[in-house]
């Protein structure tokens, strides 16, 4: 292991901080013993956490002051750094739309002006799909800019859409981005960076995936590894009847009840379901 941690930016508030820090909890890494810390160091795995906001993260990055960093793809590509995606990590999902006044459509943002919290990302969006529009930037909700004449329409995360028909706002024209956490790094991959990532992406596994036994009689086997084939193939053990083999095979989380229906159904008998707390795959 290098002589120098690696420096990982991490959220130190909002929707992505505790998810980025359990996450890194369950990885194996030390956590945040107090809120207010502004970094954090660990000796025992080579790493030292630095909590900042998550809309500085990508360019505390790009420019090489850090090393990695958890943050959104939204904040990636506003921030225009010369930092990239490493790894997608499966939490803090969300959804940017247009939206503006009832009837209206992308091409009708020429000459007009939208407000948002991401200028960059949606002016390259527009430029893009060959739209000429001014963006103005807005720091929190944009919602009532419409009606308050700060902009003709705006672009922001959409989840249901209620507040903005409050506003007398509807969406349109196509997904801007669809976001989440990342890994993000700069230009070139620092030392250390890929153990991070191998336990970053066992976490992952273990999420979303459980270990499945059973027993089953030997002749059925080709139809079972066909229901539950594992990531590369099962385990097959002999068991005392030799009639009867035991079988092991990762099973996606969602998927497990309706695997052991049909392996039930097949012939598979003392079906178990385990977590999985590690992985490396």
């Known amino acids: 292991m290098s002589t120098t941690p690696l420096r990982v930016a991490v959220p130190n508030k909002g929707t992505l901080s505790d998810a980025a820090v359990d996450m890194l909890v369950e990885a194996g890494y030390a956590g945040r013993p107090d809120s207010r810390a502004l970094s954090v160091p660990d000796e025992k795995n080579g790493v030292e956490f630095y909590f900042l906001r ?17 943050t959104g793809r939204d904040l990636l590509l506003d ?4 930092a ?20 209206m459509a992308l091409e009708d943002l020429s000459g007009k002006t939208v407000a948002t919290s991401y200028p960059h990302l949606v002016g390259t969006f527009l430029t893009n799909h060959g739209v000429d529009a001014e ?19 705006v ?32 230009p070139e991959s620092p030392p250390g960076i890929d153990t ?13 995936y459980v270990l499945m036994d059973y027993d089953l009689p030997a002749s059925l ?22 009639n009867w083999v035991a079988v092991r095979a990762m099973v996606p989380r969602g998927d497990q009840q ?15 379901v385990s977590s999985i707390h590690a992985a490396r795959i």
Request: charged share 20%; aromatic share 4%; net charge negative.
């Open 54 to 70: 998550p809309r500085d993260i990508a360019t505390y990055v790009g420019q090489g002051a850090l090393d990695v960093g958890i």
């Open 79 to 82: 921030s225009d750094a010369p």
């Open 84 to 103: 990239r995606e490493v790894q997608a990590l499966d939490f803090g999902f969300s959804t940017f739309r247009f939206a503006g006044p009832p009837g």
């Open 135 to 153: 963006t103005v930037r807005l720091d929190g909700a944009v919602e009532s800019a419409v009606r308050l004449g700060v902009a003709d329409a």
């Open 155 to 186: 672009a922001d995360v959409v989840s249901t859409g209620r507040t903005l028909k409050s506003q007398g706002l509807e969406i349109f024209g196509p997904v801007i981005l669809e976001s989440e956490a990342l890994l993000i790094a700069g």
């Open 196 to 208: 991070l990532q191998q336990r970053l992406q066992g976490v992952l596994v273990a999420r979303q």
């Open 221 to 242: 086997l080709e139809q079972a590894t066909a229901i539950s084939p594992g990531i590369e193939s099962p385990t097959v053990s002999p068991l005392q009847d030799s």
């Open 258 to 272: 309706e695997v052991m229906d049909r392996l039930y159904a097949l012939g598979a008998r003392a079906i178990l």
